[in-house]
């Protein structure tokens, strides 16, 4: 199969050891692959066209043109797409790669098969608690079809430094341990500036979840990161002075920060806040709001009772989510009315100015944080896609921001568009995701045809670099997985 990734890629090393830890892979690879009839939305914001047939060989699409039935195909796997919707394979960029929650190890194939069976086929793991070795090699091991993942592009956690040299040393200490990529958190200005400057002089990419520190929104752009995630540092930018906290605010404790969140963005003067915009399309930022990972906040109910728990949730994994001041992200145990309204309208503000930063030009993209607070991987994106046209977004701009956008953000240019010459990165929908992004959902819709209700939905197949991945069949194995445990757990004296 063709390689041509992120040239990051080439840093990384197979580690034996990890492959052993890892089931067999099962997505199939042919030499000549045919999609026949299928309605191709391309990903870059066109209307849908077709129906198409695609080819694709040596992992890239090498032709498209109109169906015609009567054309004799010669291949080696011929998928009949007739009625279904071919895509862009996802592009989330915010992954968090995890093998255990609440102390208990999880499958390591389970979050991958969820990713993959939601059409995900590029993850960005902005920092993964597992470590960068692990995370390189499962890279190498997914990009050699030696296990079922994503195309993994590794970030690493900027652990900090004492003085700027040591900042500068850890920099290029991390590019040569793999890291394609830096996510930053909290840093004193002069170790961030050190950072920040050796990462550009290299070519490190760098992502930046502000949280609240000296450095904003301005202060980052300024210094040349290339995403923000969330909104952390935004509004910060445009709040004369410091934000209005109760003075008994605590930021380490984690129901004081959550909750006062959710009244930033109505502090905001709108004129700075435009001019935090204007600097941040000055720089070419692109902003990764992760919508969905905070829903919670605004109706903890809904978040608490979603449908897919039943069948594709581990019990440790909800366990994490459950109220607990020591476990991050776990903070709803004291949550009233009023947060969740003051969240509401937090919400309504902040989709307002992503939606105004795309509408001038800025890249937004699509990530899950998937892991936290009531959200589970794969079904978490499709989510954050929804929330894209609560928004405000076209249903084309959505799935745009999901593949193309994230690819540009990753400097990925041979992913995220359904043309010829780009990678066979791919998901093939069974229904219209531009009617209802809700067919996206492993769990599938109820639709009325022919006067009758049947359930339809959910990806059918992904392909991922030409690998052909049973998407149904990837979920069912998460479902057993599922059941597994739990069944474990109700043997266990």
């Known amino acids: 199969m063709k390689i041509t ?43 849908v066209r077709g129906p198409y047939d695609i080819t694709v060989e040596d992992g890239l699409i090498t032709a498209m043109g109109r169906h015609n039935p009567n054309r004799a195909v010669e291949a080696d796997r011929v998928i009949d797409a007739a009625g279904m919707y071919v895509m862009p394979g996802i592009v989330d960029l915010h992954g968090h790669i995890m093998f255990s929650r609440n102390g208990e190890p999880m499958p390591r194939d389970y979050v991958y098969k969820l990713w993959l069976s939601h059409g995900i086929t590029t993850i960005r793991d902005p920092g993964s608690g597992e470590g960068l070795d692990t995370v390189v090699a499962h890279a190498e091991l997914s990009r050699d079809n030696r296990i079922d993942a994503p195309t993994i ?22 590019q040569r341990s793999g890291a394609a990529g830096l996510k930053v958190f909290i840093l ?64 380490d ?19 700075l806040l435009s001019a935090v915009i204007d600097t941040m399309l000055a720089h070419g930022v692109s902003w990764d709001p992760t919508f969905a990972v905070y829903e919670a906040n605004r109706d903890l109910t809904r978040a608490r009772n979603l449908p897919w728990f039943d069948d594709y949730a581990l019990p440790n994994v909800m366990e994490f989510f459950e109220p607990d001041p020591s476990r991050h992200g776990s903070y709803h145990f004291d949550w009233t009315t009023s947060d969740e309204i003051m969240w509401a309208n937090n919400f309504r503000i902040w989709m307002s100015w992503v939606k105004e930063y795309a509408g001038r030009g800025g890249n937004v993209t699509v990530g899950s944080d998937a892991g936290y607070i009531y959200h589970l991987y794969g079904f978490g994106t499709i ?34 568009v359904v043309r010829v010459g780009y990678e066979a990165d791919i998901a093939i929908v069974n229904g219209n995701p ?33 690998i052909v991945y049973d998407s149904p069949a990837l979920l069912e194995e998460v479902a057993q997985m599922v059941r597994n445990a739990r069944t474990d757990r109700s043997t266990a004296p």
């Open 383 to 416: 989510r954050e896609m929804e929330l894209h046209q609560e928004a405000g977004f076209h249903p084309l701009e959505v799935i745009q921001q999901a593949t193309s956008n994230g690819a540009r953000a990753l400097g990925l240019s041979n992913t995220g």
């Open 188 to 251: 004193p200005p002069d170790i961030f500036a050190a950072m920040m400057d050796e990462a550009n002089r290299i070519g490190l990419p760098v992502a930046v979840d502000l949280k609240i520190q000296e450095i904003d929104a301005l202060a980052a752009a300024q210094a040349g990161v290339r995403t923000i995630e969330h909104w952390y540092g935004i509004p910060d930018a445009a709040i004369p002075g410091p934000q209005e906290f109760p003075l008994s605010y605590n930021y």
């Open 434 to 466: 531009l009617h209802n992004l809700k067919v996206l959902y492993g769990t599938g819709v109820d639709v009325v045809e022919n006067g009758e209700i049947i359930h339809r939905g959910g990806v059918r197949y992904t392909i991922k670099d030409g």
């Open 253 to 271: 404790n984690e129901l004081d920060r959550f909750r006062w969140a959710g009244d930033i963005w109505r502090q905001a003067d709108p004129e």
């Open 153 to 174: 592009i590794p970030y690493r956690t900027f652990p900090g430094a004492a003085t700027p040299d040591e900042a500068r040393e850890k920099v290029r200490e991390l």
């Open 5 to 47: 990734r992120n040239a990051a890629l080439l840093f990384f090393l197979a580690v034996p050891p990890v492959a052993a830890q890892m089931p067999a892979a099962t997505g199939q690879i042919y030499d000549k692959l045919v999609i026949r009839n299928a309605l191709v939305i391309d990903g870059t914001g066109n209307p």
